[in-house]
């Protein structure tokens, strides 16, 4: 497995490096049979250390978890707990998806935009109409079944997953409902 451990206007010695490369290696390996890279990215907010890690898994999936501690090796256990965890609630799952899937998930790009909002009073109305692109980005959209997106959605943490469904053309969205449940949203 790649390992690409970092640390955002901090310093991450040879000792942390060693640690992070051993712990997480060792929770991974138990779940997920070929992991291809994992990124670790160190922080500072305020007085505490933020440890985020994102593991990319040869079946396409993608787990993320994040972790705040006073200490800095204490914040990389907490975030390594919380994605063995991850992993072992979808081990079957993982397993299941790995055996009908002979090839990894295909991806395609597409363009992610991040949008200004802006805080309105209540008597004025906005100049324009047009929002304002604060940031452009990369993204890939895999390809995936209804099943793979909902695990790979609650995987990552996120609140929606935008992918193209096997077999078929045009994108599908699956995302988590106010009352809990998953919504999909098929466009056919």
């Not at 070929?34 to 396409?60: I, M, N, Q, W, Y």
């Amino acid at each position: 497995m790649r390992y690409q451990i970092s640390g955002k206007q901090i310093d991450i010695g040879d000792a942390l490096q060693t640690h992070v490369k051993a712990e997480l290696d060792s929770a991974v390996q138990k779940y997920a049979e070929r992991p291809t890279d994992a990124l670790v990215v160190f922080s500072k907010s305020g007085h505490e250390f933020v440890c985020e890690a994102t593991v990319h898994l040869s079946t396409g999936l993608t787990a993320s978890a994040k972790a705040h501690a006073h200490e800095i090796y204490a914040a990389f256990d907490g975030c390594s707990d919380k994605m063995e965890k991850q992993l072992r609630r979808y081990k079957r799952r993982l397993k299941d998806h790995h055996r009908e899937r002979s090839e990894p998930v295909e991806l395609f790009g597409a363009s992610s935009y991040v949008l200004a909002s802006e805080q309105e009073t209540d008597s004025e109305e906005p100049a324009t109409l047009q929002p304002m692109i604060i940031a452009e980005m990369q993204t890939k959209i895999a390809t995936l079944s209804v099943g793979e997106a909902v695990m790979q959605m609650e995987l990552s943490g996120a609140p929606v997953l935008v992918f193209k469904k096997e077999n078929e053309d045009g994108v599908n969205v699956v995302y988590r409902r106010e009352d809990g449940n998953i919504g999909w949203i098929d466009p056919t």
